[in-house]
């Protein structure tokens, strides 16, 4: 872990290394980078809401959040612009001292001296939560596959009956262009 400063690290120095102790902190931060995926997350300089709860317990700190970001990006089907308003509630274990083994210190969070940085956390748990195909409407029925156009705003959009392939250059007899 490589904490930096930023609003989403925290100093833990007045929280003591004594069990039991606890703080609780209202951060409004904005997102430092783009959280999610092409086609739909949380863009970069979006609020983020924070209700912060760090407790000492035995081995480190423990970091409670409860949080609402709101999530953009287009839907899958037809391309309209989709909001998604998230709260999340997530938990972390801080250790006091980075595992010696690797891979142990990939899989857990640790403190840096007595900063604790929550955007991994935070990042991971809103990617998570992000629907894999996001729509604007669970019955959206997407574009027409022949024009392109938006089906929801023209329910009777139709392009007449479909031509055999085969058949389709004896047309240009009957209808020149």
Same mark, same amino acid.
């Given at each position: 872990?490589?904490?930096r400063t930023g609003?989403?690290?925290?100093?833990?120095?007045?929280?003591?290394?004594?069990?039991?102790?606890?703080?609780?902190?209202?951060?409004?931060?904005?997102?430092?980078?783009?959280?999610?995926?092409?086609?739909?997350?949380?863009?970069? *300089?979006?609020?983020?809401?924070?209700?912060?709860?760090?407790?000492?317990?035995?081995?480190?700190?423990?970091?409670?959040?409860?949080?609402?970001?709101?999530?953009?990006?287009?839907?899958?089907?037809?391309? +309209?612009?989709?909001?998604?308003?998230? /709260?999340?509630?997530?938990?972390?274990?801080?250790?006091?001292?980075?595992?010696?083994?690797?891979? +142990?210190?990939?899989?857990?969070?640790?403190? +840096? *001296?007595?900063?604790?940085?929550?955007?991994?956390?935070?990042?991971?748990?809103?990617?998570?939560?992000?629907?894999?195909?996001?729509l604007c409407d669970?019955?959206?029925? *997407?574009?027409?596959?022949?024009?392109?156009?938006?089906?929801?705003?023209?329910?009777?959009?139709?392009?007449?009956?479909?031509? /055999?392939?085969?058949?389709?250059?004896?047309?240009?007899?009957?209808?020149?262009?």
């Amino acid at each position: 872990m490589n904490v930096r400063t930023g609003p989403l690290v925290i100093d833990t120095q007045e929280l003591g290394r004594q069990p039991g102790h606890e703080r609780r902190r209202e951060l409004s931060v904005t997102v430092p980078t783009q959280w999610g995926y092409d086609v739909f997350g949380v863009s970069e *300089g979006s609020p983020i809401d924070i209700e912060l709860r760090l407790e000492a317990v035995m081995d480190g700190v423990l970091a409670t959040a409860s949080t609402t970001v709101t999530a953009t990006g287009e839907c899958v089907r037809c391309l +309209e612009q989709v909001e998604e308003v998230l /709260d999340l509630d997530v938990q972390e274990l801080y250790l006091y001292d980075r595992p010696s083994d690797p891979e +142990e210190a990939e899989e857990v969070q640790w403190l +840096e *001296g007595d900063l604790l940085d929550l955007e991994p956390t935070l990042r991971d748990a809103v990617v998570f939560a992000l629907p894999q195909n996001p729509l604007c409407d669970p019955d959206c029925p *997407g574009l027409c596959p022949d024009c392109g156009a938006r089906i929801a705003d023209d329910p009777d959009h139709t392009h007449g009956p479909a031509i /055999d392939p085969r058949w389709s250059s004896l047309s240009q007899l009957i209808d020149p262009k």
